[in-house]
């Protein structure tokens, strides 16, 4: 069953501004994940944040989690053409026998 | 050097017939995974196994069958093919035994296209 939903659906920037997208899911969880997927291509792994931790950066991406609200924002800073993809939430409920359950994934393209 | 392939890329194949996609990693990890990406990019577990050994098993038709002859490999065959089938399928991979404490390593897709 679907656990993420990304909010929104669908963003269009400009360069060198900020693309926020947010991720709410239903259940307790392990650890949220954040994915990237160009078209075409396969996902690539962003970042891992786990359920005690409620901040954490890598580079110009910046990810909370707030499990009192059960929700997640994904923060790309300086937004780049090249950040044009879609971006996918993904969440583990930390039992043995799980997989990760994603989103429905934000669209964003990023126009210079 | 990929860490996740998959093969074929693209598959178009009649309905009935019966196909394999191919997956390998040369990560070292112990968990491998099949997901069935549909037109709206949602995202849906099928199987994993971990050192050849079946741990999940969605509720998937019973056509699909995965395969691990070693825990570097994990096929899927598909019998008696149906429009339906048609999806981009995703191989992954990712270390330990409790497959979601780390991030996973995606193959690049196998675009699958029925007729």
């Known amino acids: 069953s679907q656990q993420g939903e990304e909010d929104p659906q669908a963003l269009s920037i400009q360069e060198g501004e900020n693309a926020t997208m947010n991720c709410s899911y239903k259940?307790?969880?392990?650890?949220l994940q954040w994915y990237r997927q160009n078209s075409g291509r396969g996902l690539v792994h962003l970042i891992l944040i786990r359920s005690n931790e409620r901040e954490k950066h890598s580079g110009r991406l910046r990810v909370t989690l707030d499990t009192s609200k059960k929700s997640s924002s994904l923060l790309i800073t300086a937004s780049r053409a090249a950040d044009t993809a879609s971006y996918f939430c993904?969440?583990?409920?930390?039992?043995?026998?799980?997989?990760?359950?994603f989103g429905k994934g934000t669209t964003l393209s990023v126009s210079s | 050097d990929t860490a996740v392939s998959q093969t074929p890329k693209y598959l178009v194949t009649q309905m009935g017939n019966d196909k394999s996609i191919k997956c390998e990693q040369n990560l070292g990890h112990d968990t491998m995974y099949w997901y069935k990406q549909d037109s709206k990019k949602f995202l849906k577990i099928m199987f994993s196994y971990n050192n050849k050994e079946l741990i999940i098993n969605e509720t998937v038709p019973n056509r699909f069958s995965p395969k691990s002859p070693d825990k570097a490999h994990l096929n899927l065959h598909i019998n008696s093919l149906e429009l339906g089938d048609s999806a981009v399928y995703f191989c992954a991979s990712s270390p330990g035994t409790f497959g979601a404490n780390y991030g996973y390593t995606f193959g690049s897709g196998t675009r699958l296209t029925v007729v």
């Open positions: 993904a969440t583990d409920a930390g039992q043995a026998g799980t997989a990760l359950i």
């Open positions: 259940t307790s969880i392990n650890n």
